[in-house]
């Protein structure tokens, strides 16, 4: 067990170390993460879950109720948040987003995959590449639709402009690439299109970036920033780190999976928060401190969780 969780914890602690060392002796300023950000939002990440679904077999993604379960419980902690930010924090509409993003994206391919693949072998990864389908599908589109709405009321739009406003947000989502690659993933999986070997090594290339990077760029926004817990952040963790595997726990109940698929849909939910998340915020300008200290008491308090759940869920 305790190998296991080393092998989730121990890269991550490394990384951001070395992106935090980066600033520290010079070679690198705190601004240079909002370069990384870009990367990894616009090409790494995007063809990170690209890859992931074009190699997935279209019947591991047909399982309706696994596949729900999993929707039911990361959409419901993003909407919670979401409701918790706009009318009990208060905040404006852009930062209610990225703090619905913070508490319901968990770090499933860098965090979770070890993890899982030690419990339940390569059957352990239908749940990092399903759940990162139903945040390629639901998450991150409504969050790009969100700010892109946001910004226009921000530039003097107002809500009699709903539609105009709704349709531009719409368009902006559909044709990021965070969007369509996994889409297209998917369509391929279905379509039974295997992608040519240099095709792929190319795709990975880039696919391989993401993860380190993300943990990088997070190192380097560390550096300098005020760490602070506050209402935000610790709202955050209880939606993130315990309402999370708990609405994972009732899609259990409620959707009827048991055995294998339901042990791992619960300690998907209980994975913390992506560093990606962050990079959202970087690129947003707002809510950047919260989501950065979200992010490592999260990822600390996440190694007891799972190890508590390994011990008590078994294989």
């Not at 208060?90 to 899982?116: E, N, S």
């Not at 993401?210 to 817990?229: D, K, N, Q, V």
């Not at 809510?287 to 190890?307: F, P, V």
Request: aromatic fraction near 8%; glycine fraction near 10%; include cysteine.
């Amino acid at each position: 067990m305790i190998e296991t969780i080393l092998n989730g914890l121990l890269p991550v602690a490394f990384v951001i170390f070395l992106g935090w060392l980066s600033c520290r002796i010079g070679l690198l300023q705190h601004e240079s993460a909002g370069v990384l950000a870009t990367l990894v939002i616009r090409f790494a990440l995007p063809f990170a879950l690209f890859l992931g679904a074009a190699k997935t077999p279209p019947e591991k993604l047909e399982n309706i109720d696994f596949g729900t379960c999993l929707a039911f419980g990361l959409m419901g902690g993003y909407l919670v948040a979401l409701v918790v930010g706009r009318y009990l924090f208060r905040h404006d509409l852009k930062t209610a987003t990225m703090q619905a993003l913070v508490c319901g994206f968990p770090d499933m391919a860098y965090f979770g995959a070890p993890i899982l693949a030690a419990m339940f072998g390569p059957e352990g990864f239908l749940a990092v590449l399903v759940g990162n389908l139903v945040t390629s599908i639901f998450m991150l589109p409504l969050t790009i639709v969100l700010t892109r709405v946001a910004d226009k009321k921000e530039a003097g739009h107002h809500w009699g402009e709903a539609w105009h406003i709704l349709s531009h947000a719409l368009v902006g989502a559909a044709i990021n690439p965070i969007v369509w690659l996994p889409l297209l993933g998917v369509a391929l999986s279905f379509a039974h299109v295997a992608l040519p070997d240099p095709v792929l090594a190319s795709v990975d290339t880039i696919a391989r970036a993401a993860g380190g990077t993300s943990l990088f760029a997070l190192g380097i926004m560390l550096y300098g920033e005020r760490f602070a817990i506050n209402a935000n952040v610790l709202a955050n963790i209880g939606i993130k780190n315990f309402l999370q595997p708990g609405l994972m726990a009732l899609g259990v109940a409620l959707f009827g999976l048991s055995g294998g698929p339901a042990r791992q849909v619960i300690i998907t939910g209980a994975v913390p928060t992506a560093t990606a998340a962050s990079m959202f915020a970087l690129k947003n300008n707002t809510y950047t401190a919260d989501a950065t200290a979200t992010i490592l008491l999260s990822t600390l308090l996440g190694i007891a969780i799972e190890a508590a759940l390994i011990a008590l869920l078994g294989t």
